[in-house]
């Protein structure tokens, strides 16, 4: 069994650029959700994405955005990066009808 | 909207000894899960509770779903060096998102 991955694992932008993170599910998975987690705070849910359509959204201005593509993986785009974007991005795999979520490594981005 | 607090912040313990850690929620929840997170690492489910005054052990961790549906407790006995991390509760309201608390932060002195 394939667990959660993502990439990269560390990435660094300037204000206002565009930023692209990965995620591959756990295999047998077919519903995946991004979190944001910045430091000392405890995750929060950006978006969930279900059979290629997002499924659920959280606070997040539009310019966080996302895809799940037929083999479930999906991406996170975040346009005009703000400094308090600088967070770590969790993705988080989960199978319909369980509610337990597993978490990726996550991809740690500093906006500079 | 929905708001998960979690009690305390931080949590200091000497190793040996025991430690609880509370959550509660503004709304009333349809489960409630527990997530540990290492330090620089990735939350790691724990367990799930769905019925009310629900009580399930792992070896040293006790976790409690309180009668209403609106609070949760984790107990650890005999603390470890092996359990410092910041533990996590996120519960899930009707409508179906998981909202996270800011978590507590366990740190163990030997």
């Known amino acids: 069994e394939t667990g959660v991955t993502q990439s990269p694992t560390h990435l660094i932008k300037t204000r206002g650029q565009q930023v692209t993170l990965r995620c591959s599910s756990q295999?047998?998975?077919?519903?995946v959700s991004w979190y944001q987690q910045a430091l000392g705070q405890g995750p929060q849910f950006i978006f969930q994405?279900?059979?290629?359509?997002?499924?659920g959204r959280g606070n997040f201005p539009p310019r966080f955005s996302g895809l799940q593509f037929p083999n479930y993986s999906s991406e996170l785009n975040v346009n005009a990066l703000e400094l308090d974007d600088s967070a770590l991005y969790l993705c988080?795999?989960?199978?319909?009808?369980?509610?337990?979520?597993?978490f990726g490594p996550g991809t740690r981005l500093l906006v500079l | 909207g929905q708001q998960v607090m979690q009690i305390p912040q931080y949590q200091h313990v000497q190793e040996g000894e025991d430690f609880t850690t509370y959550c509660n929620s503004s709304t009333t929840l349809s489960n409630i899960q527990w997530y540990k997170q290492r330090p620089g690492g990735h939350p790691v489910f724990l367990i799930q509770?769905?019925?009310?005054?629900e009580v399930k052990k792992q070896k040293r961790l006790t976790f409690q779903f309180g009668e209403a549906k609106k609070n949760s407790s984790l107990h650890i006995t005999a603390t470890q060096t092996t359990d410092v991390g910041t533990y996590f509760c996120a519960g899930r309201s009707s409508w179906g998102k998981l909202q996270f608390g800011a978590g507590t932060q366990v740190v163990v002195t030997p």
């Open positions: 509770l769905v019925k009310s005054g």
């Open positions: 994405y279900y059979r290629e359509e997002e499924n």
């Open positions: 295999s047998g998975h077919n519903t």
């Open positions: 988080a795999s989960s199978f319909t009808g369980e509610e337990t979520q597993y």
